[in-house]
């Protein structure tokens, strides 16, 4: 690979399990900023939020985010919400190629909602907060270089498929010949 492939998307889209069977099937290293982020604060990310705010934990999320885009080309899979700070649009730009896997508000809620591991969705309404969140970031996620509508029968080796096809089909440039 010429350049990292970013996902992006919402909490439960499927970034990080797409994310390494992609990296499996190019041989890239996969890189998680969610993981990532845990493992320098030595916390998980419901703990930061509840010490730190969401505030700190963005800042902390654009710093993992440009070390890792300055390592090697590879898979990174970026928390949902990375994508809506401009400077990480920018970082992303920079260093390859964004591909926003797009879900439909029922198959992110069926993936959620038995995961207390969402600090955002710790309201008294999550699935309210779900939708509200979507339709704020449909807008800024609309601006990533490739979209791929992730479909709920979708298997993660079904949406891995159709993000290489896609990257083929438009940013072939990204990935070295066969």
Do not use: H
């Not at 041989?27 to 703990?47: F, L």
């Not at 959620?112 to 591991?117: E, I, S």
């Amino acid at each position: 690979m010429k350049r990292s492939i970013v996902l992006i998307g919402m909490m439960g889209a499927g970034k990080s399990a797409v994310g390494a069977e992609l990296g499996r099937r190019l041989g890239v290293p996969v890189r998680d900023t969610d993981t990532e982020i845990q493992a320098a604060a030595a916390a998980t990310i419901p703990e930061i939020f509840a010490r730190d705010g969401e505030a700190f934990f963005r800042a902390r999320e654009s710093e993992v985010l440009a070390r890792v885009l300055r390592g090697p080309a590879g898979i990174v899979s970026t928390g949902g919400g990375a994508w809506m700070r401009p400077e990480n649009r920018t970082l992303i730009a920079g260093a390859g190629v964004s591909v926003w896997l797009d879900c439909k508000l029922s198959t992110l809620w069926r993936r959620v909602k038995q995961k207390p591991t969402r600090p955002l969705l710790q309201t008294p309404d999550p699935r309210g907060t779900l939708e509200r969140l979507m339709a704020e970031r449909a807008p800024a996620y609309a601006l990533a270089d490739i979209t791929v509508a992730v479909q709920d029968s979708d298997s993660v080796e079904a949406t891995a498929t159709r993000v290489l096809d896609a990257i083929r089909a438009r940013r072939p440039d990204i990935l070295e010949p066969a």
